[in-house]
């Protein structure tokens, strides 16, 4: 048996592919999960919840390598604080953590940044606890999911009325191509902070609702307001973009067809 590799978040939209990537690599898995679930297929599951740290020192014991794909809209710079001291305890040898592009040019400073932004505020604050921990690390800054952004439209196509933030664009990506880079990573030496990654093309947040509407045969009206406060502004000046790394091949179109099709 190889000495397994860690994936926090192995169950999740991301983690759940870097699994999958790393098995067909000959990996062993093991997956820090809040959820206990039986071994299968040379993955192991660990329980363990970030948010306290309760369970990290047992899930990391005897592994050189950590994907650290675990997070939510709410702490993740608390998770990183938590995974990040028992890294360095145990001696590990290779963090490989996935932020998110824009994260040092976003600015959350005012209660309505925080309340719209506070994610990337805190992406930004785990970024520099892994860089500052002294384990050995590399990060890469990937733009938002394809599927996360299908969450998001097919959310707001629920009401008659499509709201969208107006001037704003996603640069969406396939999970799956973030893994493979992930797993690469994870498979290399340290190299601290990465170039981006995102996919292929810019959509402004309309054109995506009107994209989702026309491929599941739906009509409804979309408005467009601009969202208040100076993150939303960076956002609209294209921080969360990154043109000169679009180096994802799954569009957004070709991401609805499949999507839809089961
Ligand atoms: N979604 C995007 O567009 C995007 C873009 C760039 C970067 N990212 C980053 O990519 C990572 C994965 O995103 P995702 O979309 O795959 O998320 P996801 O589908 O919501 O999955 C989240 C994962 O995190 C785990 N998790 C959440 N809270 C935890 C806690 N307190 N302790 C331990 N595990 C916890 C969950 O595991 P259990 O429920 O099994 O415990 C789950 O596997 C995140 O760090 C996110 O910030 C996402």
């Known amino acids: ?4 590799i860690l994936v926090t978040g192995g169950t999740g939209t991301l983690g759940r592919h870097v699994v999958a990537r790393l098995r067909e690599k000959g990996a062993d898995v093991r997956v820090l999960t809040r959820n206990p679930r039986p071994a299968a297929d040379g ?16 899930a990391i014991e005897g592994v050189n390598t950590i994907v650290h794909c675990a997070g939510s809209q709410k702490g993740d710079e608390v998770k990183a604080r938590h995974l990040m001291a028992a890294a360095a305890r145990a001696g590990v040898g290779h963090v490989v953590y996935i932020s998110v592009v824009g994260a040092d040019r976003v600015p959350v400073t005012s209660a309505i940044d925080r309340a719209m932004f506070g994610y990337v505020a805190a992406k930004r604050a785990a970024e520099e606890i892994v860089a500052g921990s002294g384990v050995p690390y590399t990060t890469l800054r990937a733009t938002q999911f394809h599927e996360l952004a ?3 439209v097919a959310a707001m196509a629920k009401l008659p ?3 969208a933030p107006g001037g704003t664009k996603l640069q969406p ?11 690469e990573l994870a498979l290399g030496e340290p190299q601290g902070l990465v170039a981006d990654m ?5 959509y402004l947040f309309a054109d995506l609702a009107r994209g989702y509407l026309r491929a599941t045969g739906r009509r409804r009206p979309i408005v467009s307001f601009p969202a208040p406060g100076a993150a939303a502004r960076s956002y609209r000046a294209g921080a969360n973009l990154t043109p000169e790394h679009a180096v994802g091949h799954q569009t957004w179109e070709e991401f609805l067809t499949q999507r839809l099709a089961v």
Do not use: C, K, S
Not at 1 to 4: A, I
Not at 43 to 58: K, Q, R
Not at 173 to 183: G, P, S, T
């Open 1 to 4: 048996m190889n000495t397994p």
């Open 43 to 58: 993955v192991t599951y660990v329980v363990g919840d970030l948010a306290t740290g309760a369970g990290a020192d047992a």
């Open 150 to 152: 299908f969450t998001a």
């Open 161 to 163: 009325v499509v709201f």
């Open 173 to 183: 990506i396939a999970a799956d191509e973030v893994a493979a880079r992930l797993v």
């Open 198 to 202: 995102g996919g292929p093309r810019a």
